[in-house]
């Protein structure tokens, strides 16, 4: 079974940056797509970035675009989020996830941005952003 690990949150100022990293433990990473969601508290979980397994496609929510940018080291068994030009409005638990469905690629774009298409989370990570 994959276990999913989130850290590198904390507390900034608006304006600075955070790399979050998203570890796996228990199988190979490489070969699933990884999504990156985030939720703050009383709202739904809601897609920032996705990464193909093959690291080819990355997709983003409009409110990140040009801001934070998805990979994948697969030699560290890891996919980080950078995370520039930070705003209050990003504060928000982040959480990475997979679908535990090797080589998946989903049939639509979309499909990335849903929270349904994925099945195993990691515990989240706090980050919050102060004007």
């Known amino acids: 079974q994959v276990q999913l690990a989130e850290s590198g949150g904390g507390l900034v100022q608006a304006g600075d940056s955070l790399r979050l990293s998203c570890a796996a433990s228990g199988r190979t990473l490489s070969v699933y797509s990884v999504g990156w969601f985030r939720q703050a508290p009383g709202e739904e979980r809601e897609f920032v970035a996705a990464?193909?397994?093959?690291?080819?496609?990355?997709y983003y929510a409009d409110s990140v675009k040009s801001r934070f940018t998805v990979s994948r080291v697969n030699a560290k068994n890891t996919v980080y989020l950078q995370m520039n030009s930070l705003k209050p409005e990003d504060t928000a638990f982040y959480y990475c996830g997979i679908r535990d469905q090797p080589y998946y690629t989903p049939i639509s774009a979309s499909d990335y941005r849903s929270s349904v298409e994925y099945n195993y989370w990691g515990q989240g990570t706090q980050v919050t952003v102060s004007s």
């Open positions: 990464i193909s397994w093959t690291g080819g496609n990355t």
